[in-house]
């Protein structure tokens, strides 16, 4: 199974910036993919970007041109950073790895935009 820590969450400013990390550990081997997601009070989870194992990405349009993630595979570690950030980001984002039969979730980190 795969153990995920994430971090880098905090309270910003409209038009700021912040960098989410995501530290993988055990059978990292395994992951096909890997996903930021977030969920708002009272809303559903939703993707918010992606990177596969070869490296292609996709991003919700929500945040395309804003957002981009990355990952350092020699820490085992996947990023999302977060530029002109908007009122409506404000979530808790959960890190997610994706392997054939089964994913597995981080904590959370609250990422909180003041307007």
């Known amino acids: 199974q795969v153990q995920l820590v994430e971090s880098g969450g905090g309270l910003v400013q409209a038009g700021g910036s912040l960098r989410l990390s995501c530290a993988a550990s055990?059978?990292?081997?395994?992951?096909?993919?890997m996903g930021w997601y977030r969920q708002a009070p009272g809303k559903q989870r939703e993707l918010v970007a992606a990177?596969?194992?070869?490296?292609?990405?996709n991003y919700a349009d929500s945040v395309k041109g804003r957002f981009t993630i990355s990952r350092d595979n020699a820490k085992n570690t996947v990023y999302l950073q977060m530029n002109s950030l908007k009122p409506e980001d404000t979530a808790v984002y959960y890190c997610?790895?994706?392997?054939?039969?089964?994913?597995?979730w981080g904590q959370g980190t609250q990422v909180t935009v003041s307007s």
């Open positions: 997610a790895a994706h392997e054939l039969f089964r994913s597995s």
């Open positions: 055990g059978s990292i081997f395994s992951i096909n993919a």
């Open positions: 990177i596969t194992s070869g490296g292609s990405t």
